[in-house]
């Protein structure tokens, strides 16, 4: 079964306004936890680490202030993507790892789309 | 820089064995994992090595030499369900995960 639960799976919201993806392990405590992107047909792009307890690494070129992470809890962590436009418009995919050497068991994805 | 190479698309038919290879550079070497991605959905784990040789698990078989900095991913008996992108990745020295840019597998009938 998924060992990784991320929510919405799809969301549709208009230009300005704020979404919020949630990333919960099951069944195992993450104090790290990886937020992705993906265009259409390009690889993942790994956007930040999100850390229990503080704060976020951003890689280079994500802007810190729209993509909010909040890993308030060994279970769940929370992307904020705020005041969205069009170019937003991608599939974020949360990962976690259950322990070191072992492979990043990734949530469904989310598919969303700024109108 | 850090770099992992897989070809961008292959295609094979049904029933048939295909290779896809990946050859990386990174600042140190902590494993190699495989995934499978259909589109639209997020990765799936394959196959994790760590030391050279070759793993098998079912119909999907992994290979990694480290000194030739070079993995490839065997599948046999291809099924229709198996057309999708396989993604190559290795963790660094700081356990950090470098991806390929992924392989997309075309299956014929």
């Known amino acids: 079964g998924a060992v990784v639960s991320q929510h919405p799976s799809r969301v549709i919201c208009k230009s300005g306004t704020s979404v919020k993806i949630e990333c919960r392990s099951l069944?195992?405590?993450?104090?790290?936890m990886f937020w992705y992107r993906q265009f259409p047909k390009q690889s993942l792009m790994l956007m930040a680490t999100?850390?229990?307890?503080?704060?976020?690494?951003?890689e280079q070129g994500v802007e810190k202030d729209k993509f909010l992470i909040n890993h308030a809890s060994l279970t769940l962590s929370t992307l904020t993507v705020t005041s969205a436009h069009p170019e937003d418009s991608s599939f974020y995919i949360c990962?976690?790892?259950?322990?070191?050497?072992?492979?990043?068991?990734f949530g469904n994805g989310t598919r969303l789309t700024v109108t | 820089g850090q770099n992992i190479d897989q070809p961008t698309e292959m295609t094979a038919t049904e029933g048939a064995i295909v290779q896809i290879n990946c050859t990386y550079q990174?600042?140190?070497?902590?494993?190699l994992f495989w995934y499978q991605q259909h589109a639209g959905e997020a990765p799936t784990f394959l196959s994790y090595n760590v030391l050279d040789g070759l793993e098998e698990k079912g119909r999907f078989s992994s290979f990694l030499s480290r000194s030739k900095g070079y993995s490839y991913l065997l599948l046999k008996e291809l099924q229709m369900k198996d057309s999708a992108s396989y993604l190559c990745?290795?963790?660094?020295?700081?356990?950090?995960?470098?991806w390929g840019a992924g392989t997309k597998l075309i299956i014929k009938p």
């Open positions: 069944d195992f405590q993450a104090t790290t």
């Open positions: 990962s976690a790892p259950q322990g070191d050497g072992s492979p990043l068991h």
């Open positions: 990174t600042s140190g070497f902590n494993g």
């Open positions: 990745a290795v963790k660094d020295s700081n356990y950090q995960l470098i």
């Open positions: 999100s850390n229990e307890g503080s704060k976020a690494t951003y």
